[in-house]
């Protein structure tokens, strides 16, 4: 997720290609916990950069839910988002990794580089975004964590920076220029939503759906709840930003 004390670079906000951007934050503590099991195939630089570490053998049993029409082969085609980051204070090797949407919203153009996530198949969601798709920014690890607003995509993904950098708190000796393992996407700043979406009313929603049949009966969220970049179908977006005219369930 972004970090409110780093200056951010210029792609962010001119849209060109440079190694610096502003840092984006995106991995939480419950990414950091998740374990993966299974190699990844490689690929290549930038939306397909190469990819070195083991991920679960599930991830394809995740993604293959209600989606848009597959790509050839098979693999789903997802144009929404939900994507975490910490709005309260939480230190990692010194420096506080805060990056809350009162803070994307304070970025010249309101603008970020979402960078910093470390868990291959989040990161591989980031490489499926494109230009003009919307995300939900989903406060995490906080007192009251839940959906804050929306944000969307506004350079596609691209090599991020921090994995070489080692004062950063997401730092990976393991990957080099030359192979690069870690990609970020810039978001920028949509609204808010009209109320605040907690996830305990998304979870009540869900196991509800679950039980009878409903948009939110396979969502992400609680499927795969540690990732911190998680794809949403068309239904499950349009479900919960509907949630903001109601009252709170």
Known sequence: MPRTGKKRGRSALTGK?????KLAKSKTQEEEEEEEEEEEEPMSLTAKEKSSKPTSRNTEKATKKEAGPAKPGGKPVYSHWLMKS???SRFEN?????FGIEDLKAQPNQTACWD???????????????VGQEAFFYHSNCKQPGIAGIMK??????TDHTQFDKKDPYY???STKEKPKWSMVDVQFVRMTKRFIPLSELKALHQTHKASGGPLKAVALFARQRLSVQPLTQEEFDFVLGLEVEKPH
């Open 172 to 174: 990976d000796s393991s």
């Open 153 to 158: 995509i506004v350079k596609e993904a691209y």
């Open 86 to 88: 910490e709005p309260e």
């Open 116 to 130: 910093g996530v470390r868990n291959y198949q989040a990161r591989n969601f980031m490489r499926d975004m494109k």
């Open 94 to 98: 010194g420096v506080d990794v805060k």
């Open 17 to 21: 290609e440079t190694p610096d951007a």
